[in-house]
């Protein structure tokens, strides 16, 4: 299973929209956050060129939230 590294602003989104990963806290404040291989593919698709995997997760939630309608 593939482990992403994000950082706090990331997680604390996701944890506003969704629900709290289960992940561990690093030393510099990020957290190692396991996913499945079909999302880890899907992020690969989604990111953009020099994006960090928590700037892919915040864009793509924040459009998500705006499509449907901000909580």
Known sequence: ???IEITEECR???ESAVEP????RLPNGN???PVNEATWERLQQVRLQEETISECIIRVLIIALHKHGLQ
């Open 1 to 3: 299973m593939p482990v």
């Open 12 to 14: 604390a989104l996701i």
């Open 21 to 24: 990963p289960i992940g561990r």
């Open 31 to 33: 957290w190692l956050i």
